[in-house]
């Protein structure tokens, strides 16, 4: 939840999401390195615990995302879809919601049917976003920043976005 005076933002959430990344973006980075000097970075294990430390950061950026629409009255249905936009299709904020589900659900799809309409949406989000299912968070992370450099904290910029334009959102509905 987030406070406003005028035009400034009190966002403690914000402060501390900022500095979970900024943590995870030093693990990031140091898998990053190990994978740069790897034989072979699967075997090592060094691609899943870097998709292990993105999909941390995805997962925060979803609690923020909730905690955030705390008492503005606003669905998370339309909060995902106002913002800034990923594609034509998808904002910024979808695309996140979609990682962040796909880590913490897509052990529950191994080998099943995907019958569930969460499943079949987060499925459809990041594929289409990565164009693969393989290494699904790293991708969207590098599609999201534009740039194979994984930083999860270049995502702090689109998230002050949508949250201007919740509150843009909230105000229209009082």
Do not use: C
Not at 9 to 26: K, M
Not at 73 to 85: E, L, Q
Not at 141 to 148: C, E, I, V
């Amino acid at each position: 939840m987030y406070l406003k005076s005028g035009h400034e933002y009190a966002d403690t959430e914000l402060q501390l999401l900022s500095e979970l990344l900024a943590t995870l973006d030093d693990k990031v980075v140091e898998v990053t390195n190990l994978i740069s000097v790897s034989v072979d970075p699967e075997s090592a294990g060094l691609t899943d615990r870097g998709e292990y430390f993105i999909g941390v950061g995805f997962s925060a950026i979803q609690q923020y995302l909730t905690d955030t629409l705390t008492l503005t009255g606003i669905s998370k249905r339309r909060a995902f879809d106002i913002g800034p936009r990923h594609s034509d299709r998808f904002t910024f904020i979808a695309v996140v919601n979609a990682a962040a589900n796909w880590w913490k659900h897509s052990a529950e799809w191994v080998g099943q049917p995907t019958q569930n309409a969460l499943a079949l949406k987060t499925q459809e989000v990041v594929i289409e976003v990565t164009g693969t299912e393989y290494y699904p968070l790293s991708n969207v992370l590098a599609k999201l920043q534009g740039t194979r450099e994984l930083r999860l904290s270049a995502l702090l910029s689109n998230l002050v976005l949508w949250r201007s334009a919740v509150d843009e959102e909230r105000l229209q509905n009082e």
